[in-house]
């Protein structure tokens, strides 16, 4: 109605007002841009939303041709498929972020019924903890291997009793979704059997894959004979589909450097007063398919940092895995603490952006005798540039145990996308003013 009077106001007809309320709901409906499954889901949602706007024009064009021939209808039609989508987006946006923000402090969440082995429910509730606001809310557990409870209860989740039990389960609690994991148990006839329970009750049925950090993009349904196959699309790392990414890098790190060219060299003559030794650090570091480059950063140690640090091992907090990292570390100058919480460190690396070694968003750039005790899984991460920020700095930085590093790392890998470079970027300004793990 919104977008609708504003075409009225610039063109003066009065028709558009009366035919595009409907046209675009009936767009959005045809879309499923009202389906509760599409709330909050961020990309598929505005997806459907864009698919729905185009819908609206071409159903204008049908009309005219066959039916009315209103020239002036047609116009305002097209006309007003721009402020309607100005409007609806961000409107849509601002409502998920209210909804994300209901979900965390546990309103109008979903009551989850999770069924299957201690293992695998371990793992998803472990998947589900580590992100964001979601829908589901677990209530309570069945298993398919009650002897194996204990791992289950240490999570805090009640263990309500084995699969023979689900039906009681969800009328006593009122369940509103059941997610079924997989399980030597479970062949076709006991699931099958599980989502007509789920379906007397009324409530949703889930099924969930044995793998996880795998975004909802990359899967799809494929029917072989009748039979729903899903298909989890590899990732796409090729050159010509990275090109945009490289040119978006490159003319953003530019713009930068440009705006901060000052600041900058005010940073580099306070880090020299502050104490002896040069500005910038450098630091071999190894980039896409194992090559090596010369990272640059703002010098927050001492000169004699190496050689100090075998004698600061016992204090490294990244004891499990490949990284050494010390709160409060000695080595640390007076400036250079200030310049690490803020983050100021990293601006020269938008020199190694330009160059072409790093990228704006990537996995954290590692040091050679790091990359020397890889595994072939974690070797994974050198198939893409090392990036300035990335999901490892946005989610906690130097406070994540290696594992998780890792696993953030290999899940940017696999499900890159550049709305998922844009969401991080996005996420940086406020990890860098919260300044977790940043030391």
Not at 9 to 38: E, N, Q
Not at 333 to 358: A, C, F, K, W, Y
Not at 385 to 412: C, F, I
Request: aromatic fraction near 6%; charge should be positive; include cysteine.
């Amino acid at each position: 109605m919104a977008a609708a009077l504003v075409i009225h106001a610039v063109y003066g007809r009065w028709t558009v007002a009366l035919v595009l309320p409907p046209t675009w709901i009936g767009a959005m409906l045809a879309h499923r841009s009202y389906d509760r499954s599409a709330l909050g889901l961020g990309t598929q949602e505005c997806v459907r939303v864009l698919r729905g706007a185009v819908a609206v024009p071409a159903l204008a064009v049908g009309v005219y041709w066959f039916f009315m021939h209103d020239s002036g209808l047609l116009h305002d039609m097209i006309m007003a498929t721009a402020p309607t989508v100005a409007i609806a987006l961000p409107v849509r946006y601002a409502l998920r972020r209210r909804l994300h923000r209901r979900w965390a402090r546990g309103r109008d969440r979903s009551a989850t019924l999770l069924v299957g082995p201690s293992q695998g429910i371990v793992e998803l509730v472990t998947v589900l903890r580590r992100g964001s606001a979601h829908e589901l809310q677990v209530a309570g557990v069945c298993l398919s291997d009650p002897q194996n409870a204990t791992e289950v209860r240490k999570l805090g989740l009640p263990v309500l009793g084995g699969v023979d039990t689900m039906n009681d389960v969800i009328r006593a609690l009122g369940i509103s979704a059941v997610v079924a994991l997989p399980a030597p148990e479970f062949d076709a006839s006991v699931l099958r059997r599980m989502s007509w329970t789920a379906a007397v009750q009324g409530v949703d049925f889930l099924l969930a894959p044995m793998l996880t950090d795998v975004s909802a993009s990359r899967l799809a349904v494929r029917p072989a004979n009748g039979t729903p196959l899903l298909r989890i699309q590899a990732p796409n790392l090729s050159r010509i589909s990275r090109l945009p990414k490289e040119l978006l890098d490159r003319t953003l790190a530019a713009l930068l450097l440009t705006v901060l060219a000052l600041p900058m060299l005010c940073i580099a003559l306070i880090v020299r007063r502050d104490s002896s030794g040069p500005a910038l650090f450098r630091q071999q570091r190894v980039g896409r398919y194992g090559d090596h480059f010369t990272m640059l950063k703002f010098r927050t140690m001492r000169q004699d940092s190496e050689a100090l640090r075998a004698e600061l091992a016992h204090l490294n907090k990244n004891s499990d895995g490949l990284l050494f990292k010390v709160k409060q570390d000695p080595r640390i100058t007076r400036v250079g603490s200030l310049l690490r919480r803020s983050s100021l460190d990293e601006l020269p690396q938008l020199i190694n952006v330009i160059s072409g070694h790093m990228s704006l968003v990537g996995p954290r750039p590692p040091l050679p005798e790091e990359v020397e005790a890889y595994t072939p899984e974690v070797k994974r991460r050198l198939l893409v540039k090392p990036g300035l920020t990335g999901l490892w700095q946005v989610s906690g930085r130097s406070d994540l145990p290696w594992d998780e590093a890792v696993r953030l790392d290999l899940g940017y890998v696999d499900n890159w996308s550049t709305s998922l470079d844009l969401s991080i970027l996005l996420r940086t300004a406020s990890a860098v003013v919260r300044g977790t793990g940043a030391y």
